[in-house]
């Protein structure tokens, strides 16, 4: 089963940037939708980004778009999300994981996530 592990979060001011990387193993993404999660402790987890996997669409949740930039690469089994101008809201754990396209479902285990603290 795929299982992903995510890094990259940090501690930013409002404005800054980060790039989260997700690493997967237990089998090739190549022929999987992915995306990006985030979820705030006593909140549900919420859809952020996601990536087709024949083309190069992406999708995006309204509070991202403009914002953020998901993106994939096969050969090394890696998902990113670049994320720029960064507010306090975006302050959340953020995890990824193969998903079915459109829907979003989960097809693959969670990993610890990564955590990304804005400060404004």
């Known amino acids: 089963q795929l299982q992903s592990v995510e890094s990259g979060g940090g501690s930013v001011q409002a404005g800054d940037s980060l790039r989260l990387v997700c690493t997967v193993s237990g089998g090739a993404i190549n022929n999987f939708a992915m995306g990006w999660f985030r979820q705030v402790p006593g909140n549900a987890r919420e859809f952020v980004a996601g990536?087709?996997?024949?083309?190069?669409?992406?999708y995006y949740a309204n509070s991202v778009k403009g914002r953020f930039t998901i993106s994939r690469d096969d050969g090394k089994n890696t998902v990113y999300l670049q994320m720029n101008n960064l507010k306090f809201e975006d302050t959340a754990i953020y995890y990824c994981?193969?998903?079915?396209?459109?829907?979003?479902?989960?097809?693959?285990?969670w990993g610890r996530g990564t955590p990304v603290t804005v400060t404004s």
């Open positions: 990536i087709n996997w024949r083309d190069p669409s992406t």
């Open positions: 994981a193969a998903v079915s396209l459109g829907s979003w479902y989960p097809l693959s285990s």
